[in-house]
């Protein structure tokens, strides 16, 4: 384990009450300030791995070191409470006392100014897109400015053109931020644009088939998603990511 | 015509048809009052028993208004207890299903008989009542989305602030619609319980005023009673939807109108 590891698993595995083995043997250690993706099938135990390291889930073996409170979690739907505002959804993490901010509507402000959300403070989640919706959850993870942001697919549900625009500004946020994240997906194209490295999983059971550095300096924009060393970066974690799931068949 | 328009215009037309064939066929049959007096007699009686029947309607409104508030505040209440500990569902769940499912006209002269008769009308009214509010308020604490309860859990909230901050708010429309049933059925068994009562009761209220109508065959005033007895029903859904309405029009899809 290195000495600034932030999160680190060691052997964990996980089996749930009906018998399915999600996890088995992953290990990984990721650095403080890092962006790294978990890139796998879908099954493959991601999901179980995230909520392991948020402490939201209990590993049934192995041993886990995470920041468990000082996390964001973005989920794979927004998870907003329809019946508040954006601006409440996002004050929530302050409301419920896990983050303490001197001026905690200023936070709000500002996390909904990073995710281009200022002009929908006082609106209800009904009321936004689909895209919005999921910006409004990234601000609130944001909000506390947590030391670990945990993200589970969270722009699989969107279309490429506004998935395209989030990962743009999910960099930028990072960058402005620079804290530790994980980021669950299973495109490969977005986990080659987005990270720094690249655990491929295997699945049934779950564990880290491979890793892949992405050695290219940020901030990454629009030539970098056009580039003949993007296009190589996908086509080597796509075979990397098909041998991992011939390991399955 | 619009389809609002239409709405609100055709159940007035209907009863203008209902009033008019209703008064024809008195008319065509000679049919004498003390068996279908025509609407302008009921109207009359309306009129004329004005003092008589508002004050017992103001009984059987009381009456129906405490029960209702006692099944709302027990009802929300004991689905509190049950969400937050299981023993106390499983232990008082059954007997919750066993006093709705028994006929309130059934338990009511068992009341009648250990209670004195304004505190065994208000039982009925509850009895009946409350059930509506318990079942809907656990199913909604009970269908709070798994995400953000984890969101909460991941926040470090306490017991309390799950309950007062996510599982109370997420369930507010089906308690709402707890209430509006609950609304209807405590009018139903306060009537219920002042029918039962019937002649040995000293109560006064709209149902007694049906029953003692009734035995004197002043069947007019029934119907005036009636009718009234249906338009406080009809009151008490209206207010009842328009506070559901209220609270739920800006953000539950249910009350959203929705925009094409
Ligand atoms: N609560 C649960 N009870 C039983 N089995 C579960 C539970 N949650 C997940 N599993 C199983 O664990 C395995 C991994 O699930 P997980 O949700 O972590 O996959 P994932 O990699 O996130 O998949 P996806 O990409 O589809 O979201 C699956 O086989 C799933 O059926
Ligand atoms: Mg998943």
Known sequence: MSASAVVSLRGVGKTFENGTVALAGLSL?????????????????KSTALRIIAGLSEASTGAVTAPHDDVGFVFQD??????????????????LG??????????????????????FAGAFPRELSGGMRMR?????????EPRLLLMDEPFAALDEITRFKLNNDLLAVWQEM?????????????????????????ARPGRVFTEIDIPVAYPRDESFRTSAEYAGYCRQVSEALAQAMGVVA | MSDRALRTALPFVMLGLTVFVWDLAVLWFAIPPYVLPA??????????????LLQSLLVTLTITFQGFLLAAVGGIALAIVFNQWRVADYALYPYAVI????????????LLIYLPQPLAVLA???????????????????????????????????????????????????????????????LIGAVVAEIAAGSAGAGSGLAYRIAESGYRLNISRMFAALLLLSLAGVAIFFVLSALSHALLHRWHESAVRQER
């Open chain 1, 29 to 45: 250690d990721i650095a403080e300030g890092e962006f790294v993706s978990l890139l796998g099938p879908s099954g493959c135990g």
């Open chain 1, 136 to 144: 409004a959850s990234i601000a609130r993870a944001l909000v506390t």
């Open chain 2, 99 to 110: 006093l709705q499912v028994t006929p309130v006209v059934a338990i009511a002269p068992l």
């Open chain 2, 39 to 52: 609407p302008g007699v009921v109207a009359a009686t309306l009129v004329n028993d004005a003092p008589l």
């Open chain 1, 178 to 202: 620079r804290r530790t994240v994980i980021f669950v997906t299973h495109s490969v194209f977005e986990s080659v644009f987005l990270s720094q490295r690249i655990l491929v999983m295997t």
């Open chain 2, 124 to 186: 009925c009214a509850w009895i009946v009542a409350f059930f509506p509010v318990l079942a809907n308020t656990t199913l909604g604490l009970n269908s709070v989305d798994r995400n953000l309860l984890a969101l909460f859990q991941l926040y470090k909230a306490s017991r309390w602030q799950i309950l007062l901050r996510l599982k109370l708010p997420a369930a507010l429309p089906e308690i709402l619609a707890g209430l509006r049933i609950a609304g209807g059925l405590s």
């Open chain 1, 98 to 119: 896990a983050a303490h901010s001197a001026d905690a509507s200023a936070a709000v402000t500002q996390a909904l100014a990073r995710v281009g959300l200022s002009e």
């Open chain 1, 78 to 95: 927004p998870t907003l409470m329809p019946w508040a505002t954006v601006a409440d959804n996002v004050m929530l993490p302050f409301k």
